[in-house]
């Protein structure tokens, strides 16, 4: 597509629920990103993709977060058993590649995640 | 390990005035750094980036130069406008990576 496309925009769930946000990255990107902006805070990372899989985990903040990306493209980012930290944007990026030198992001407009 | 510092917001200011948006940073190697914007309701884009010490970059009106000395690289712009009034973000890139580092991001509100 045109950009980075982000599902839902908006999520309210109740504590304990399990949800699922999506990234459809543009056609072509090899690389993806989750970002997690929390209020006051700065852009966290959590995950980044090149292809299907994950070289660098390291910013899930607990086993709780999972992620996948199928065909090189969709991205879906699962948190289990909600809590009400989680509340926060989460931004999906994409990017042509993440080799040597350097490849713009693109960046999604984000989901809001509320956890009532 | 790699962090970047932006002065707290919001910032608010007068349409026409100027503008400085302080950043610092630490970094394990030579970083590249970026400033991006997020307009409200839009996504992050990039506003202007710098590769390596004494550089400037500029875009729509905005400067910033990299401070290797300081480890700096504040963004600026010379005459504000209501449509600046967005969130700004200053990011650092390390290494052969494409991993960006972002700061906590400052608010800037322009009053007509």
């Known amino acids: 597509g045109a950009g980075v496309s982000q599902s839902p925009s908006n999520k309210v769930t109740e504590k304990g629920k399990d949800v699922e946000l999506r990234c459809d990255p543009i056609?072509?990107?090899?690389?993806l990103y989750w970002y997690r902006q929390s209020l006051g805070q700065g852009l966290e990372f959590l995950i980044y993709?090149?292809?299907?899989?994950?070289?660098?985990k390291s910013g899930l903040p607990s086993d709780r977060f999972s992620a996948e990306r199928t065909g090189g493209s969709v991205s879906t980012l699962t948190i289990q058993r909600t809590q009400q930290e989680d509340s926060a944007v989460y931004l999906c990026?994409?990017?042509?590649?993440?080799?040597?030198?350097?490849?713009?992001?693109?960046f999604g407009s984000g989901t809001r995640l509320t956890v009532v | 390990g790699n962090s970047v510092t932006q002065m707290e917001g919001p910032v608010t200011l007068s349409e026409e005035a100027f503008l400085t948006i302080n950043c610092t940073y630490t970094?394990?190697?030579?970083?590249?750094l970026f400033w991006y914007v997020q307009y409200p309701g839009e996504g992050l884009q990039l506003l202007l980036k710098?590769?390596?010490?004494?550089d400037k970059g500029s875009n729509k009106g905005f400067e910033a130069t990299y401070r290797k000395e300081t480890t700096s690289f504040h963004l600026e712009k010379g005459s504000v406008q209501v449509s600046d009034s967005a969130v700004y973000f200053c990011?650092?890139?390390?290494?052969?990576?494409?991993?960006?580092?972002f700061g906590g991001g400052t608010r800037l509100m322009v009053k007509p």
């Open positions: 970094a394990t190697g030579y970083p590249s």
């Open positions: 990026a994409s990017s042509l590649g993440s080799g040597t030198g350097f490849y713009g992001y693109t």
């Open positions: 990011a650092l890139r390390v290494g052969a990576g494409n991993m960006l580092t």
């Open positions: 056609s072509g990107h090899t690389a």
């Open positions: 993709f090149q292809g299907n899989s994950a070289p660098d």
């Open positions: 710098a590769t390596k010490a004494d």
